[in-house]
């Protein structure tokens, strides 16, 4: 799945600047032949829209395109859905013609039905790992707008389940949030992280490898489906479960560069995608990132809507949530920083080495 950041920053929704707990996830679609999600992003960054979700799929690439920090207050579902709701669009085929309210006809079934599928699996991606992201129950967490209005905090519609049902396809709500459930097991899968192989060398007993692993030898046995536990071979291979030591990561260091291992631990600290990089900030907020390591951060001349990890901070230091670090945001982190005794010196707005220094510490203490 792919994400693309495209906040809406002119929309009246995104200038309330309302936060919420996140409480559920609807899905929506857009009750028009429009499968590109551009028209969406183009027609609603604008003043007097009234209305804004979170993300559109777009119906030919399957693309998501976030338009509002996912914990900010939207307005999709009317009602107060929108008060717990993170609220996303699929686009609708082109090929349908809305003939009044959810009816429609269908000039070429088979094509529609490949974006409706299209935008499913993307929904599915997205709601999945908003539900990790978010701490939440697939099964009980997730409703459709239509489902919504019928338990009371919804307007009145149909979608999505009235497109599906039009292009004559098996998709049901009850199934989608089975899928959203496979899709977060099948990315957790626990039993391959947690597992690491170990080779029985001479001299070895499974009490020592017990030891040495922080478990018991009853657990290796169970594990390995050993017959006799007295009867282990040099070179026999051993699944063993990483010891807590092992699976708590160690503490990053606290030198005051903001490389990759500082960014990996503040987005499993965040909980945004952990790949090392602060994508898409400004290159004239660059003179404000001293101790910003360039093989971590990620800069271009244009507002293209910022990165995950940093609305979380500017969430969390509060911040005007844009993305982009800049100089207001580096003032309120050296700020919270310093209310929690972790920096002391100048706010500001220069991300030195003891402003990332006191961000180092107090990621340390976060795990
Ligand atoms: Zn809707």
Known sequence: MKIVKNILTKNDCYKAGRT?????????????????????????????????????????????????????????????SNNTHIGVEMCEPSQIKYTGGASFTCSDKAAARKVAERTYKSAVELFAYLCKQYKLNPITQICSHHEGYLKGIATNHGDPEHLWKGLGMSYTMDGFRKDVKAAMGGSTSADTSDTSTYTVKKGDTLTAIAKKYDTTVDELVKLNNIKDKNKITVGQKLKVKNSTGASNPEKIAEDGTWGPDTTRRAQEVFGTVADGIVSNQMQADRKYLGACHSSSWDFDSTYTGGSSLIYEIQAWVGANQDGTAGKETIKKLQTKLKSLGLYDGAVDGSCGTGTVKGFQKWLNKQK
């Open 20 to 80: 919420i707990a996140v409480k559920g996830l609807m899905i929506h679609s857009v009750g028009c032949n429009q499968p590109s999600a551009s028209a969406f992003l183009k027609n609603w960054n604008r003043s007097g829209v009234e209305a804004c979700v979170h993300a559109f799929i777009d119906g030919n690439s399957g693309t998501v395109y976030q338009t509002l920090p996912w914990n900010h207050r939207g307005w999709h579902g009317g009602g107060s």
